[in-house]
């Protein structure tokens, strides 16, 4: 009875090493181990993958370096330009690679299944920020080495401007074409800044804005669909 005892034990501790037991939780990744295969200590039998929390590797130019810290808050971008997760740095190296003349910076980003691990990204660092409005570029007109914008404004909100045919009945009260003269800021993606010149609220016109003047009679898009 002892034997079988011992025997029995013996058969345990073997086959819990057998198993192989994963440090964290996530999804199992490619398996290049098969049935009969040699294996020791150091082989790799599998990868574990979790997606939850990614870090991103940003290499940024030695002349920013200064500016680095963690926290900086960054931008992931989509293939438009435009951000799709904001996460922060969370490591800067303290090492300049000698080849490219840049810095080791990782932001982490809180993953909502818009990336998977090894993927190729675009980032966008956020040095710093100021208040402002964007616009689409499509709307923004240069004349003279000025920036402009056209705004949609009531027939009647402007009196002393060029006033329009009255809408027929039925229809939506007139609207027309406002120049704003307005300065702009960075740009972001498929969009401007704008640092003054319009306010938060007014309708800007972001189509046919070439064959546009002032006091210019429009109708909303959905005006149009009816």
Excluded: H
Excluded at 118 to 133: A, D, E, N, Y
């Amino acid at each position: 009875m002892g034997r079988a005892q011992a025997d029995r034990n013996v058969a345990a501790e073997n086959l819990q090493d057998r198993q192989v037991l994963s440090p964290i939780a996530g999804v199992v990744g490619d398996i290049p181990m098969k049935v009969g295969d040699l294996v020791t200590q150091s082989t790799a039998m599998t990868t574990i993958i979790q997606n939850n929390t990614l870090d991103v590797n940003i290499a940024v130019p030695i002349e920013r370096s200064r500016q680095l810290r963690v926290g900086v808050p960054v931008e992931l971008l989509d293939e438009q330009g435009q951000p799709v997760l904001r996460g922060q740095i969370s490591f800067v190296s303290p090492a300049v690679s000698s080849g490219e003349q840049s810095v080791l910076a990782k932001a982490s980003f809180n993953n909502d299944g818009t990336l998977r691990d090894g993927q190729l990204v675009r980032t966008r660092v956020i040095w710093s920020s100021q208040p402002g409005l964007l616009v689409p570029t499509a709307a923004v007109t240069r004349i003279a080495g000025q920036t402009f914008v056209y705004v949609a404004e009531q027939a009647e909100a402007n009196p002393d401007q060029p006033a329009p045919p009255a809408a027929e009945p039925g229809q939506p009260p007139m609207q027309v074409a406002r120049q704003r003269l307005v300065t702009l800021g960075s740009i972001q993606g498929n969009s401007y800044q704008v640092i003054s010149g319009i306010q938060p609220g007014e309708e800007v016109i972001v189509s046919g804005v070439l064959n546009l003047t002032e006091g210019a009679p429009i109708m909303p898009a959905q005006a149009m669909a009816q």
